[in-house]
């Protein structure tokens, strides 16, 4: 069995103006395109209560890093209160949501996610030893991109949230 280090968890909030349906398309290419995982959607539920819907939308994306290091990163996001507005820009008039979005992002280091070292007792310790002794510093550079990562993601769909709520 591979084994898991949580590295990354965090999350945003914003509330306003917010077009969803851009923001998901941009958040999904951004995993994909800038972070290399190959994601998969696992939830998405919604809830109509009058004019305005709730969201849940939960993610796993991964990356094999090396043949004994693989990146997952599990991301969620809830929309609360979302509804329809029209809003002008540039003199037109532009259909957008607004509403309450929260992003959460978690990153895993998976070590030995091949389960090289699972066939016996005396290769599990050889496994601990080998992360103790011989590959510290590369566990802890791979943890740090994790976590460069992770936090990349999450300062990109800031940025794009009060971009497009500014507009």
């Keep these: 069995m591979a084994e898991k280090d949580k590295v990354f968890s965090s999350k945003i909030k914003y509330g306003g103006v917010v ?9 999904y290419q951004w995993l994909k395109e800038e972070m290399g995982l190959a994601v998969s959607e696992d939830k998405y539920s919604e809830k109509l209560s009058g004019d305005s819907k709730n969201i849940d939308v939960e993610w796993t994306g991964t990356r094999e890093m090396t043949d004994y290091f693989k990146f997952e990163a599990k991301v969620s996001f809830k929309v609360i209160g979302l509804t329809n507005i029209e809003v002008t820009q540039d003199g037109k008039k532009v259909k957008t949501n607004k509403g309450s979005v929260e992003v959460s992002i978690k990153g895993t280091l998976v070590k030995d996610y091949k389960g090289k070292f699972e066939k016996s007792a005396f290769q599990k310790f050889m496994r601990g030893v080998y992360e103790k002794m011989v590959i510290p510093s590369r566990v802890n550079e791979y943890q740090g991109k994790v976590n460069g990562d992770c936090e990349e993601f999450l300062g990109q769909a800031k940025a794009y949230l009060d971009l497009e709520g500014k507009k």
Excluded: V
């Design 19 to 27: 077009n969803f349906a851009d923001f998901y398309k941009f958040c």
